[in-house]
């Protein structure tokens, strides 16, 4: 285990981490957005989805949901030491914020990430554990977990939906940025294949977070109800 502290400590190995559990976190979000796209499909094909999921064989949805965990933390943990390493080694910010060579994206990573993760507690909280903002859970008619109702409930809200539509949009300015400098992070920087690194993986996270925010959106408009 001493390997996994030497390398995190390492400028080298916490840019390998970064980019790696930023990979993951982007492929959980591509498949839980394609499973929450089913909502287009109806409340059968959704809570079909759903119970399918809670009942993967081999203990498969809580190794995912570890998995998950660990890649957040340490996407997390290691961002902010980044950024306060790299704030006390530059304790006068320069007068002009808007250097030369950071994107303005570049620039506002650790507070597009910090909302994110605020919102992704907050969605936790409404629909894992419902604790807030939702309806007591019901059963559709075949005696699932009425996911799809849960979710079309409180997307009707224009409230929540804003909440979702802006955080999700945050999110797909986060990953942008984020897909884009990943490559250079783990050394894959040919100008070759620049194009395909650096322009369209950003592409393929706006297109991932556009379908998402289809859905509150899809809702508040009466095309899912
Ligand atoms: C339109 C947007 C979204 C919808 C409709 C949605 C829907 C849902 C639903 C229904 C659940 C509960 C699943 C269940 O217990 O059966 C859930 C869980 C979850 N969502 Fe989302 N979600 C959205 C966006 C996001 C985003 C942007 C993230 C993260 C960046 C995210 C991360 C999670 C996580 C980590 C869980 C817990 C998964 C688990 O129980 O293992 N969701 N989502």
Not at 137 to 156: C, I, K, T
């Amino acid at each position: 285990m001493s390997w996994i502290v030497r390398l995190q400590k390492s400028s080298l190995g916490s840019k390998y981490i970064m980019a790696i559990t930023g990979a993951g976190l982007f492929l959980f979000v591509i498949g839980h957005f394609a499973g929450n796209l089913l909502l287009y499909w109806g409340q059968d094909a959704m809570n079909a989805y759903a119970v399918e999921l809670h009942n993967l064989p081999y203990g498969a949805l809580w190794i995912a949901r570890g998995g998950l965990l660990i890649m957040v933390l340490a996407h997390i943990f290691i961002a902010y030491r980044l950024t306060f390493q790299n704030r006390a080694a530059r304790p006068q910010r320069y007068q002009y914020e808007a250097t030369l060579q950071a994107s303005f994206a570049s620039r506002t990573m650790p507070y597009t990430g910090t909302i994110v993760l605020l919102f992704i507690l907050f969605h936790l909280a409404q629909f894992t554990f419902h604790l807030v903002a939702v309806d007591p859970v019901q059963l559709d008619p075949q005696g699932r977990e009425d996911v799809y109702s849960m979710v079309v409930h409180a997307f009707q809200s224009p409230v929540y939906s804003a909440i979702y539509v802006v955080s999700v949009l945050i999110l797909g300015f986060h990953l942008s940025h984020g897909l884009s400098s990943m490559w250079q992070s783990v050394g894959l920087n040919h100008r070759k294949y620049n194009l395909a690194f650096r322009k369209l993986s950003p592409l393929l996270g706006w297109i991932v977070c556009l379908a998402g925010v289809s859905l509150p959106l899809a809702v508040l408009f009466g095309l899912i109800k």
